[in-house]
């Protein structure tokens, strides 16, 4: 069974916490996410919400929406034929990224031969997607 988990950047400091969430119905631009080791809860805010994709990069990272990730697509000898910067995202139904410029969903099931290492998120690293491809 896939671990369903959330993130989110709290209203008070800034800091990610990780667990379950809560949606409160109002346009207040806020969510809650409940931890349970301890058991704790604390405000977020909802644009910085993001889901695990139950994957884990190359050095054992959980990778979620939001996340930048950099993807390395290898030949059969070994060797690196395509570098590039990728937002992940949820879509139709399923879990993928936006490659640099590209508004098309490339879905993770489609990728093959391929590395993926989280290198910040498009909240607290925004800078790091300019100039991608």
Known sequence: M??????????????????????PNSNSGKAVIYTYDPIDKYSVYSETVGQYTGLKDKNGTEIYEGDIVHIILWDREGKPIIEEKAIVVFEHGKFGVHRGRESH???FDAFFNTTFEVIGNIHDNPELMEGAK
């Open 2 to 23: 896939r671990e369903i988990k959330f993130r989110g950047q709290r209203v008070d400091n800034k800091e990610w916490v990780y667990g379950g969430i809560f949606i």
């Open 105 to 107: 969903l490339s879905s």
